[in-house]
């Protein structure tokens, strides 16, 4: 409601590895977190502004928290400036040091296919830290927020993230806060 309500389209996908058609549907990311959800999100979003005359293809913007803020983090790696700005918040940056920052240790393990250490590249695929130098680099304005006391996904990712959109003088902004 808070972008609808000065006008804006606001679109909310229902990719896979949500919970709204099953457990099948759930699980069709696992080991494929930047695959098959991506893909639902970009081809969504395509249909919707091919269908909707009225909307505008050069004024797109992503918005997403939590797992939506990785999908954020991840598309800022992957859409090749498809996006015109960005909005991460509590989004995941760098799958191996998140696990060793989470107090949550299941979801990645089951994700990922074991540890860090024992599934390097479970945790290297769709980690977006190390594609922030491919694809003509971050480019996509972006406001990363984040909640110093969120312990799944703790505010140092964001802090990651944040870091390397300024190295790479993409235009960003960092919200912080303290008690959330």
Do not use: C
């Given at each position: 409601?808070?972008?609808?309500?000065?006008?804006?389209?606001?679109?909310?996908?229902?990719?896979?590895?949500?919970?709204?058609?099953?457990?099948?549907?759930?699980?069709?990311?696992?080991?494929?977190?930047?695959?098959k959800a991506?893909?639902?999100?970009?081809?969504?979003?395509?249909?919707?502004?091919?269908?909707?005359?009225?909307?505008?293809?050069?004024?797109?913007?992503?918005?997403?928290?939590?797992?939506?803020?990785?999908?954020?983090?991840?598309?800022?790696?992957?859409?090749?400036?498809?996006?015109?700005?960005?909005?991460?918040?509590?989004?995941?940056?760098?799958?191996?040091?998140?696990?060793?920052?989470?107090?949550?240790?299941?979801?990645?393990?089951?994700?990922?296919?074991?540890?860090?250490?024992?599934?390097?590249?479970?945790?290297q695929k769709?980690?977006?830290?190390?594609?922030?130098?491919?694809?003509?680099?971050?480019?996509?304005?972006?406001?990363?927020?984040?909640?110093?006391?969120?312990?799944?996904?703790?505010?140092?990712?964001?802090?990651?993230?944040?870091?390397?959109?300024?190295?790479?003088?993409?235009?960003?902004?960092?919200?912080l806060f303290?008690?959330?």
């Open positions: 409601q808070t972008f609808s309500a000065p006008g804006y389209v606001s679109v909310m996908i229902n990719p896979r590895g949500s919970t709204g058609f099953g457990q099948k549907f759930t699980e069709e990311i696992t080991g494929d977190g930047g695959g991506t893909d639902d999100l970009m081809a969504g979003l395509e249909h919707v502004l091919v269908r909707y005359p009225f909307t505008d293809k050069t004024r797109v913007a992503a918005a997403g928290g939590s797992y939506g803020g990785y999908m954020v983090d991840w598309l800022e790696s992957q859409s090749r400036g498809r996006f015109r700005a960005l909005i991460s918040h509590a989004g995941v940056y760098d799958l191996t040091s998140m696990y060793g920052a989470t107090e949550e240790l299941w979801f990645p393990e089951h994700e990922f296919g074991g540890t860090p250490w024992t599934n390097v590249s479970g945790y769709f980690s977006p830290h190390l594609y922030a130098g491919e694809f003509g680099k971050f480019k996509t304005p972006t406001l990363v927020l984040a909640g110093e006391q969120d312990y799944r996904v703790p505010y140092t990712q964001s802090l990651e993230f944040f870091t390397a959109l300024q190295r790479q003088n993409v235009p960003s902004r960092l919200v303290p008690d959330e």
